[in-house]
């Protein structure tokens, strides 16, 4: 069985602009999970989706924002990028709630 | 809230030593614990995890966690390290109630030498 892919890989962008990232969780899994990795910071949750609706959000500003559709596959979107977005974005997918499998991630570097 | 310490930002060890990587923890509902590793340039990997019942849970490549109430710790041990080994090593908690929302420590790196 595959395991959770994340699009693109790396990723450079300029201050201002917007990103959307993607993600195909493991076949079957219906809960997908978003955490931002910064060497300050470390590893921080940013929201779960369940069947297209969002169940959980960390605290991160509004300029984060997400989607899942209906096969499971999601979205995240920074808009106005900052620098302090540079990170590892990390997807995770559920099938039980006790057991999340994360993709490789996608590096963000903002310039 | 829910928070997690790990304290030792770096662990360095020789091969074919013990090696113990401290986790704890403070909350003020019941939780779930998990240890993740993570090699270079990828995801995180669930090494193990404690849900209920034994209070010592064992992963497939001989790492061993105690879940410790009283002490609100989780400490991940090894008797034997490989070169493989080396990684960084994060500790988590997620509440019963909110299961899918992973609390996460700072992180461990272990380097292990010949």
């Known amino acids: 069985k595959a395991g959770v892919t994340q699009t693109p890989r790396y990723l450079i962008k300029t201050r201002g602009q917007q990103v959307t990232l993607s993600c195909s969780p493991i076949?079957?899994?219906?809960?997908v999970s978003w955490y931002q990795q910064t060497p300050g910071q470390g590893l921080q949750f940013l929201f779960e989706?369940?069947?297209?609706?969002?169940?959980n959000k960390g605290n991160f500003p509004g300029r984060f924002s997400g989607r899942q559709f209906s096969n499971s596959r999601s979205e995240m979107n920074v808009s106005t990028l900052e620098l302090g977005d540079s990170a590892l974005y990390l997807c995770a997918s559920s099938l039980d709630w006790n057991e999340q499998y994360f993709g490789p991630g996608t590096r963000l570097t903002v310039t | 809230a829910q928070s997690v310490t790990q304290l030792d930002s770096q662990v360095p060890v020789f091969e074919e030593a013990p090696v113990e990587l401290r986790c704890n923890y403070s909350?003020?509902?019941?939780?779930?614990l998990f240890w993740y590793v993570q090699y270079p340039n990828q995801g995180l990997q669930l090494l193990l995890k404690?849900?209920?019942?034994?209070?010592l849970v064992k992963s497939i490549n001989g790492f061993e966690a105690e879940f410790n109430k009283s002490q609100t710790s989780f400490h991940l041990r090894k008797p034997s390290v490989h070169i493989s080994d080396t990684a960084e090593y994060f500790c988590a908690v997620t509440r019963m109630d909110s299961s899918y929302k992973l609390i996460f420590g700072s992180g461990t790196r272990l380097l292990v030498r010949p």
């Open positions: 076949s079957g899994h219906r809960s």
């Open positions: 989706y369940f069947s297209e609706t969002q169940r």
């Open positions: 404690y849900l209920s019942g034994s209070t």
């Open positions: 909350s003020s509902v019941s939780v779930y």
